[in-house]
T-cell receptor
Framework: NAGVTQTPKFRVLKTGQSMTLLCAQD?????MYWYRQDPGMGLRLIHY???????AKGEVPDGYNVSRLKKQNFLLGLESAAPSQTSVYFC??????????FGAGTRLSVL | GEDVEQSLFLSVREGDSSVINCTYT??????LYWYKQEPGAGLQLLTY?????DMKQDQRLTVLLNKKDKHLSLRIADTQTGDSAIYFC??????????FGQGTELSVKP
């Protein structure tokens, strides 16, 4: 029972490089979310999706794009990474928008 | 805008009770949550309470909600060293978006 799986677990990028973080859930959840966690600031919502083919902006969407082509996958893209995007990224999914289940996180460093 | 506030640190001795407090601003919140994060791990949902409830008990965990004061607390009875972690309070509304507090780091000393 995998739940929410994030890949990769760690990544180091140079400024200006691009990358995609993958989130996969096997619980048939409609809702999926991407958060970033920075020291002393809790989790902040980047983008979210309420169903396959839909995406919406969260609290801190600038510099990120997302896609939800398949119900089980939610991709977070960084087109041109900046040091300010150094963070821990968490994906979550939920079936009714109320209870969210989190992945283990991706630690990203941008040099 | 919506905001959730928590104290940053709490230290207790093993066997004592721990009380972690949280205040929030959005009176339209439908659910309030407590998540636990162990070092290097993701967030684990501990418990949640619907906004029309005052209290919820689940084994060693007791959640109290004072809706008038917008105050939420999590009490952990007989705290163990394995309870050492960061605890996040979060509020949610019908839109499915959660607003998290900064997290309270609980340190349990033997």
């Amino acid at each position: 029972n995998a739940g929410v799986t994030q890949t990769p677990k760690f990544r180091v990028l140079k400024t200006g490089q691009s990358m995609t973080l993958l989130c996969a859930q096997d619980m048939n959840h409609e809702y999926m979310y991407w958060y970033r966690q920075d020291p002393g600031m809790g989790l902040r919502l980047i983008h979210y999706s309420v169903g396959e083919g839909t995406t919406a902006k969260g609290e801190v969407p600038d510099g990120y794009n997302v896609s939800r082509l398949k119900k089980q996958n939610f991709l977070l893209g960084l087109e041109s990474a900046a040091p300010s995007q150094t963070s821990v990224y968490f994906c979550a999914s939920g079936d009714d928008g109320n209870i969210q289940y989190f992945g283990a996180g991706t630690r990203l460093s941008v040099l | 805008g919506e905001d959730v506030e928590q104290s940053l640190f709490l230290s207790v001795r093993e066997g004592d009770s721990s009380v972690i407090n949280c205040t929030y601003t959005d009176s339209s919140s439908t659910y309030l949550y407590w998540y636990k994060q162990e070092p290097g791990a993701g967030l684990q949902l501990l418990t949640y309470i619907f906004s029309n409830m005052d209290m919820k008990q689940d084994q060693r965990l007791t959640v109290l909600l004072n809706k008038k004061d917008k105050h939420l607390s999590l009490r952990i009875a007989d705290t163990q060293t394995g309870d050492s972690a960061i605890y996040f309070c979060a509020e949610g509304n019908q839109g499915g978006k959660l607003i998290f507090g900064q997290g309270t780091e609980l340190s349990v000393k033997p």
